[in-house]
């Protein structure tokens, strides 16, 4: 039988009590692969839209009592950072692995990136319904886009990244933990692969590339 990518395991520890305990199984148990995925992807991207990628590992650095909840490896052009762009992140809670494109809050042109994206909805014409939307990238709630009500479900989230401070989007594929644990590694990068080749478009008009080079 074939091994999971993620199993169990990877997802369990986020149930591990106290920050320290959590960061020692998060370091030794999910960040290897992160950084495996990272380096993959990086190329990934780098090759698909012609900027130069780069991968950031969610270090957590600022906590100092409560254990994260969550962790990601981020991709953005950019080497300092990732949280002032648009992004694609690989990322796990206790409950589900995602695989998205994302602005949060601290991109300094959400509201650019939200008037060009619901001015070009039909750049989503080839998401379906196994994908879903957030508008908070802290919170593990996420809703699935329903064929019949996608354009009003995207415009409702958009007009708040617009119009709210604190407003985000992402669009991904949100497996359950159980879900992602069957995939072997062949499995979910096939799924990742599809899932950002599924993405690229989106990126694209937040990000404002009018010739991007497309994923082969």
């Known amino acids: 039988m074939n091994q999971s990518y993620f199993s169990e395991k990877d997802f369990n520890v986020f149930k591990i009590e106290g920050l320290d305990e959590r960061m020692e199984a998060l370091t030794e148990i999910v960040r290897p692969k992160f950084h495996?995925?990272?380096?993959?992807?990086?190329?990934y991207f780098s090759a698909a839209t012609g900027d130069e990628f780069y991968y950031h590992v969610a270090k957590h650095a600022r906590r100092t009592v409560n254990p994260p909840k969550d962790s990601w490896v981020a991709f953005a052009p950019y080497k300092r950072g990732y949280k002032s762009l648009p992004h694609f992140q690989i990322g796990l809670w206790n409950s589900h692995l995602f695989i998205a494109v994302a602005v949060i809050y601290e991109a300094p042109n959400k509201q650019e990136m939200a008037t060009r994206l619901l001015n070009?909805?039909?750049?989503?014409?080839?998401?379906?319904?196994?994908?879903s939307i957030s508008g908070d990238h802290m919170s593990p709630v996420y809703e699935k886009l329903i064929s019949d009500r996608k354009n009003e479900q995207l415009t409702a989230l958009l007009t708040r990244l617009h119009n709210?401070?604190?407003?985000?989007?992402l669009i991904g594929?949100?497996?359950?933990?159980?879900?992602?644990?069957?995939?072997?590694?062949q499995q979910f990068n096939e799924l990742a692969s599809e899932t950002f080749n599924a993405l690229l478009p989106i990126y694209n008009v937040m990000a404002n590339k009018s010739h991007p080079v497309h994923a082969e």
């Open 164 to 169: 709210v401070k604190k407003g985000e989007f």
């Open 173 to 185: 594929r949100f497996l359950t933990a159980e879900e992602a644990s069957k995939l072997t590694e």
């Open 36 to 43: 495996e995925l990272g380096a993959q992807y990086a190329s």
């Open 120 to 131: 070009s909805l039909d750049v989503f014409q080839n998401i379906d319904e196994t994908y």
